[in-house]
């Protein structure tokens, strides 16, 4: 789960990461943060089953995706996200919003 966590943190975006400054926040504490989410999400949910990307939107250097993700417990739920370009790779940003829908 570390390997994990310390990978996803590559895909989190500079402006993400310079914000988190703010909060006294360095890469080793973001990326023990990130691996204390995996741990508890996968303790609650037993793990991912399947993540599929339902749709995707781009303008410019932004990209607009919704997922949805089903857990080893069952229960499913839909996801959309913001990503942007940096250097031509594609980074995550904090917009996500759960979509609160039937699935």
Request: aromatic residues 10%; glycine residues 4%; proline residues 0%.
């Amino acid at each position: 789960m570390e390997e994990f966590a310390n990978k996803s943190f590559e895909y989190i975006s500079s402006e993400e990461k310079e914000a988190s400054k703010a909060y006294d926040f360095d890469e080793q504490k973001l990326k023990e943060g990130i691996l204390k989410e995996i741990k508890k999400e996968t303790k609650k949910t037993k793990g991912l089953k399947t993540f599929e990307i339902i749709s995707e939107e781009t303008v410019d250097d932004e990209a607009f995706v919704v997922v949805k993700v089903t857990n080893n417990n069952g229960k499913s739920y839909k996801e959309k996200g913001k990503f942007i370009k940096e250097k031509g790779n594609w980074k995550m940003t904090s917009e996500v919003e759960e979509i609160k829908c039937a699935i």
